[in-house]
């Protein structure tokens, strides 16, 4: 089994999201108290505690689009391999091909439309695709069935045919 390399720039992404999220979260919840002085008769100092200042607001920002910045590439660009569905139904398409070649014509004919459709495939459609009639595709079926190569499944009016 193969393991996935993690390049760099992705690493440096993750580490963006990270502590952008990380610095969202501590100066959402932990604004920064100001302090105002009132002058006339007597000076005071008051805090305002949920209050944030225009430094507060600009890491805000700069947090934000970076953490929309480094999401989207992790999410959308982010591409090493295929995901694990991929990589199986390739393998069963090399395994499909090489018992393909063990077949009769019409046989393979229907083994080839059901590969195209990766491995699964109304009944209803293979005499369109193989230009075979109804009742040699039923026949040709019924064979690759007792050989345990597909397995149709009851769908309402119809059959759902997979490959195995």
Same mark, same amino acid.
């Given at each position: ?9 992705? %690493? #440096?992404?993750?580490? !963006? #999201?990270?502590?952008?999220? #990380? /610095? ?55 591409? %090493? @391999? ?6 199986? !139904? =390739? @393998? ?14 019409? @046989? ?16 209803? @459609? ?23 190569? /597909? =397995? ?8 759902? %045919?997979?490959?195995?």
């Amino acid at each position: 089994m193969k393991s996935k390399k993690i390049h760099g720039r992705t %690493v #440096f992404m993750a580490a !963006l #999201f990270v502590a952008s999220v #990380f /610095v969202l979260g501590i100066k959402l919840l932990n604004p920064t108290p100001v302090q105002i002085f009132i002058e006339g008769q007597n000076t005071a100092i008051t805090q305002i505690p949920g209050f944030f200042t225009f430094l507060d607001v600009i890491i805000l920002i700069v947090a934000s689009i970076t953490l929309a910045i480094s999401g989207m590439y992790l999410l959308f660009f982010d591409s %090493v @391999e295929k995901p694990a569905g991929g990589l199986v !139904l =390739e @393998e069963r398409k090399k395994r499909w091909e090489q018992i393909v070649k063990t077949l009769k014509s019409d @046989e393979q004919k229907i083994y080839k439309a059901i590969i195209g459709s990766d491995g699964i495939i109304e009944q209803s @459609e293979l005499p369109e695709k193989t230009g075979l009639s109804k009742a040699s595709v039923s026949r040709a079926l019924d064979l690759l069935e007792s050989r345990g190569l /597909v =397995e149709k499944r009851r769908r309402g009016m119809g059959n759902i %045919v997979l490959l195995k």
